[in-house]
């Protein structure tokens, strides 16, 4: 895993545009905007997965994108100096009145939600630090999936 670039060492959410609206949903000071990160609107899909990287934030977005593509090709190019493990992504059903029952009580109902990866049940903190992808269905079923660490790491290794 990638040692501490910069902003927070705990787990923290990077939220898209196009989830700004819910900053206020999620656990004091652990969500970032890409407007507070001064991303512009143009910024494309790599432009917010290299902050992401930066800031080793979660990326948040909803579901009429995809990061996953831009996730993957990072990780291969970034090399090793400081090596280019990303942090998850969730992805929230389009739908602003299911986000706000998805996010009741600052994520703590979705997390206690999420159902078992290798006979673990996942953590925000663990979402961050192993990179897995958490995508919630618009019936409000979250799936988790192993995106995997960057080459160089070992993804059997415990990292928190
Ligand atoms: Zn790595």
């Given at each position: 895993m990638s040692k501490y670039l910069s902003g927070d060492k705990a787990y923290n959410f990077l939220l898209d545009r196009n989830v700004?609206?819910?900053?206020?949903?999620?656990?004091?000071?652990r969500a970032k905007t890409a407007t507070k990160e001064r991303?512009?609107?143009?910024?494309s899909d790599r432009d917010i997965v290299e902050q992401a990287w930066l800031r080793q934030s979660t990326i948040v977005t909803a579901d009429?994108?995809?990061?996953r593509p831009a996730m993957v090709k990072f990780q291969r190019q970034?090399?090793?100096?400081?090596?280019?493990c990303l942090f998850g992504l969730i992805v929230l059903p389009n739908v602003y009145e299911t986000q706000k029952r998805l996010l009741k009580n600052r994520l703590n109902d979705l997390q206690a939600r999420l159902p078992s990866v290798d006979g673990t049940k996942p953590t925000w903190s663990r979402v961050h630090s192993r990179n897995y992808m958490v995508r919630v269905k618009k019936s409000g079923n979250p799936h988790v999936t192993k995106l995997g660490l960057c080459p160089d790491c070992d993804p059997d290794i415990e990292t928190d």
């Open positions: 700004e609206h819910l900053e206020s949903l999620f656990p004091r000071g991303l512009p609107p143009s910024a009429i994108k995809d990061f970034q090399g090793r100096r400081p090596c280019g």
